[in-house]
T-cell receptor
Framework: GQSLEQPSEVTAVEGAIVQINCTYQTSGFYGLSWYQQHDGGAPTFLSYNALDGLEETGRFSSFLSRSDSYGYLLLQELQMKDSASYFCAVRDTSNSGYALNFGKGTSLLVTP | DTGVSQNPRHKITKRGQNVTFRCDPISEHNRLYWYRQTLGQGPEFLTYFQNEAQLEKSRLLSDRFSAERPKGSFSTLEIQRTEQGDSAMYLC?????????????????FGAGTRLSVL
């Protein structure tokens, strides 16, 4: 089977940098994705890593180490609107590989 | 691009009743997914379609659940004889399949979901 572990809650101050870690166990691997979800809203794609290293998209960056089965999402210059839940996800390789298997999510609270 | 649309946004029903949800994906997307999300959890995969064909179903999808995508456009998810344990947010997502890019991002675009409460 597959499992993903991420912290349940993180608190950070506006303007700071925060890192949300994700470790995964999977028999096959097609890449690690990150999604953001505000309360009552739709999950929204943020970033994707298929290969080791850092991917940067504006204030958000994501890192992957396949040998360590580990990735993280880095949020810089935090804004109040970044308060949301963040999910790491891998493609479910138990079948076709197109469904996503999500972690339980990290609730980020940005304080003034 | 009007995004993924789901209706209704909220549904309250009594245990034992049948409910049906609708999802309209992004128009050019040929893949459509259904997920279920409960409070404090990530979305859990239920089923997915490529065009009108239902290609995969999760073990979570009991025989009380049925999904269709008759013309390869919108999809419906029906739950028969609802139980209190069915109370959750039901999310729909769509994506575009491109031949030769099987290992590509497979970005899934989600709707805001239908929140089901079974009393």
């Amino acid at each position: 089977g597959q499992s993903l572990e991420q912290p349940s809650e993180v608190t950070a101050v506006e303007g700071a940098i925060v890192q949300i870690n994700c470790t995964y166990q999977t028999s096959g691997f097609y890449g690690l994705s990150w999604y953001q979800q505000h309360d009552g809203g739709a999950p929204t794609f943020l970033s994707y890593n298929a290969l080791d290293g850092l991917e940067e998209t504006g204030r958000f960056s994501s890192f992957l180490s396949r040998s360590d089965s580990y990735g993280y999402l880095l949020l810089q210059e935090l804004q109040m609107k970044d308060s949301a839940s963040y999910f790491c996800a891998v493609r479910d390789t138990s079948n076709s590989g197109y469904a996503l298997n999500f972690g339980k999510g990290t609730s980020l609270l940005v304080t003034p | 691009d009007t995004g993924v649309s789901q209706n209704p946004r909220h549904k309250i029903t009594k245990r034992g009743q049948n409910v049906t949800f609708r999802c309209d994906p992004i128009s050019e997307h040929n893949r459509l997914y259904w997920y279920r999300q409960t409070l404090g959890q990530g979305p859990e995969f239920l089923t997915y379609f490529q065009n009108e064909a239902q290609l995969e179903k999760s073990r979570l999808l009991s025989d009380r659940f049925s999904a269709e995508r008759p013309k390869g456009s919108f999809s419906t998810l029906e739950i028969q004889r609802t139980e209190q344990g069915d109370s959750a947010m039901y999310l729909c997502a769509s994506s575009s399949y491109q031949r030769g890019l099987a290992l590509a991002k497979n970005i899934q675009y989600f709707g805001a979901g239908t929140r089901l409460s079974v009393l």
